[in-house]
T-cell receptor
Framework: IAGITQAPTSQILAAGRRMTLRCTQDMRHNAMYWYRQDLGLGLRLIHYSNTAGTTGKGEVPDGYSVSRANTDDFPLTLASAVPSQTSVYFC?????????????FGPGTRLTVL | GQNIDQPTEMTATEGAIVQINCTYQTSGFNGLFWYQQHAGEAPTFLSYNVLDGLEEKGRFSSFLSRSKGYSYLLLKELQMKDSASYLCAPIDSNYQLIWGAGTKLIIKP
């Protein structure tokens, strides 16, 4: 089934621990994105990648890192989790070459940092 | 700066019509998306406008006025399943989507 998968679905994590959220798409989209969504706030862009091998910082990049070794995978790493990183994390992808940049979202990862 | 303004919450009756407004200020403009997001789920695409005017798609229509920095989403013949959040997202000069906080729409029988 074509689309975006994320893992894990949910996770409870102790503060200070390292965590990698996984994201894989099979639509051969060139661009991928990581957002966090908190109650009362819009989706906030953490990091993005316009093409394999390149990444960029979004609105709220501190405490997060990403890599884009190939087209399909875009993992997000929290090096040392803090409670303020408790959120729902969405990965998305788009075919920016198509021009209008419709983004397709994964099901999300619900992360709780205690 | 970049700013998106939508009502936080709206309530409507099943079978009725509702209009959700969005005003925006962005660095450049390359179109505007509306997404629907049910509670606990991912956002899904509803509509896209790049030129002024109305785009109709079944029960849903979206309008854009670039000169006014204004868009609205019109939902007709409301159904209970339309209870969701509706996200307005204009596209800036870097082709990034700028997301509003969304409007939570509650449908009552």
């Amino acid at each position: 089934i074509a689309g975006i998968t994320q893992a894990p679905t949910s996770q409870i994590l102790a503060a200070g621990r390292r965590m990698t959220l996984r994201c894989t798409q099979d639509m051969r989209h060139n661009a991928m994105y990581w957002y966090r969504q908190d109650l009362g706030l819009g989706l906030r862009l953490i990091h993005y990648s316009n093409t394999a091998g390149t990444t960029g910082k979004g609105e709220v990049p501190d405490g997060y890192s990403v890599s884009r070794a190939n087209t399909d995978d875009f993992p997000l790493t929290l090096a040392s989790a803090v409670p303020s990183q408790t959120s729902v994390y969405f990965c998305a992808s788009s075919d920016r070459l198509a021009g209008y940049n419709e983004q397709f979202f994964g099901p999300g990862t619900r992360l709780t940092v205690l | 700066g970049q700013n998106i303004d939508q009502p936080t919450e709206m309530t409507a009756t099943e079978g009725a019509i509702v209009q959700i407004n969005c005003t925006y200020q962005t660095s450049g403009f390359n179109g505007l998306f509306w997404y629907q997001q049910h509670a606990g789920e991912a956002p899904t695409f509803l509509s896209y406008n790049v030129l002024d005017g109305l785009e109709e798609k079944g029960r849903f229509s979206s309008f854009l006025s670039r000169s006014k920095g204004y868009s609205y989403l019109l939902l007709k013949e409301l159904q209970m399943k339309d209870s969701a959040s509706y996200l307005c997202a204009p596209i800036d000069s870097n082709y990034q989507l700028i997301w509003g906080a969304g409007t939570k729409l509650i449908i009552k029988p």
